[in-house]
């Protein structure tokens, strides 16, 4: 079955550039999709279909899909933006639904 | 206001059963795909099942011929019968809506406990 690697951690300090990175078999001809989870709390989508952003998602946020990486940026991070963060695809030709190992980010 | 809403958590036995619930509220359930996820104490996400709007479900490995997902229209809830339980299977439970549009999940349940011990 289709696997989504993901760096068990990420450290930054604040105003800097976080990068986490989602690995899988030719990811980029899927949409990857992107979700915040904070401690006690249910997941939240943070990015969609590799880039796109919700409402209420600050632009700080963005994603990007190319070969067999997509990857999360987080710009200007802010200590709220400590969090789990996971990568999610939809594999079509199990119709599973995938989570990454998910990525702890840590606010130095 | 979209709302999904878990019950039916739990501690049971191994080998035991458990039906957890999800209410919807603010669409229906048969209107979108549905799925639950779970989550370990202290490990990620885990997608274990989704119903269709059509009706075909699908499972994951670890749970399939165990676990069988469902909804009940008039009452506008998804539900999880959880068999043959092992300890594997203790985790937070939160259902969750995929969106009209893609394949992402844009509303969760808050997660209902399932506790797997002797």
């Known amino acids: 079955s289709y696997v989504l690697t993901q760096p068990p951690s990420v450290s930054v300090a604040p105003g800097k550039t976080a990068r986490i990175t989602c690995g899988g078999h030719?990811?980029?001809?899927?949409?990857v999709h992107w979700y915040q989870q904070k401690p006690g709390q249910a997941p939240v989508v943070v990015v969609y279909?590799?880039?796109d952003r919700p409402s209420g998602t600050p632009d700080r946020f963005s994603g990007s899909n190319s070969g067999n990486t997509a990857t999360l940026t987080i710009s200007r991070v802010e200590a709220g933006d400590e969090a789990d963060y996971y990568c999610q695809v939809r594999d079509s030709a199990s119709d599973h639904w995938i989570f990454g190992g998910g990525t702890k980010l840590t606010v130095l | 206001e979209v709302k999904l809403v878990e019950s039916g958590g739990g501690l049971v036995q191994p080998g035991g059963s458990l039906r957890l619930s999800c209410a919807a509220s603010?669409?229906?359930?048969?209107?979108?795909?549905m799925s639950w996820v779970r989550q370990a104490p202290g490990k990620g996400l885990e997608w274990v099942s989704v119903i269709y709007t059509g009706g075909p479900t699908y499972y994951a490995d670890s749970v399939k011929g165990r676990f069988i997902i469902s909804r009940d229209y008039s009452k506008n809830t998804l539900f999880l019968q959880m068999n043959n339980l092992t300890a594997d299977d203790t985790g937070v439970y939160f259902c969750?809506?995929?969106?009209?549009?893609?394949?992402?999940?844009?509303?969760w349940g808050q997660g209902t406990l399932v506790t797997v011990s002797s």
């Open positions: 030719n990811i980029q001809s899927t949409s």
């Open positions: 603010g669409f229906t359930v048969t209107s979108n795909y």
């Open positions: 969750a809506r995929e969106t009209y549009s893609s394949s992402y999940f844009d509303y």
């Open positions: 279909d590799d880039s």
